[in-house]
């Protein structure tokens, strides 16, 4: 692991920009942090931002915990101080290619749900959450159906249209019968 105080500053804007644009404080990112199972204090937090290099070990103990509680991916901290640029790290692979898949969506599917629960826990009417968690699983389903429309809708051969039987089988498995 790198002991360059440059890397380690990068690192360190890195955390607290991607902080600051999710509009948590220090102290908001540690409790989160612990409530996910971590140790951390404000303090730690302050002491990443600002591009510590650790002493002793090759990476603070706080710091894996700090980034996963911010939504980074596993080996983002490795990368950024390898040299690569934080920016580009941190964007999405579906963000890269201008695309997204299935998988993208799934990924996100668990963190909706937590956002349904903790906003009950914070007191939103159960209806709206109930209603949230509804419409997440509704829009999964249209995506997956989406994706059986375009199958059918692409030509067998050159020239051909769908192939009426085709349609109707998939038509078939969708409903389930």
Do not use: N
């Amino acid at each position: 692991m790198t002991r360059d105080p440059k890397r380690w500053s990068v690192l360190g804007a890195a955390i607290r920009d991607d902080r600051d644009r999710q509009g948590l404080t220090r102290e908001q990112l540690a409790e989160k942090v612990r409530s996910l199972g971590g140790q951390v204090t404000a303090r730690s937090i302050t002491s990443l931002e600002a591009g510590t290099v650790p002493k002793k070990r090759p990476k603070p103990p706080t710091l894996e915990p700090t980034v996963a509680a911010l939504g980074w991916g596993q080996g983002w901290t490795d990368r950024i101080l390898a040299g690569e640029d934080p920016a580009s790290v941190m964007r999405a692979p579906s963000q890269e290619s201008g695309m997204a898949s299935r998988a993208d969506l799934l990924e996100l599917f668990p963190a909706v749900r937590k956002f349904g629960r903790t906003a009950l826990l914070l007191g939103a009417p159960e209806r709206l959450c109930r209603d949230l968690l509804h419409l997440a699983d509704e829009v999964v389903g249209a995506v997956e159906r989406s994706q059986y429309d375009l199958a059918a809708s692409r030509p067998h051969a050159a020239g051909e249209g769908v192939p009426l039987d085709d349609a109707a089988r998939i038509d078939e498995a969708m409903r389930g019968r």
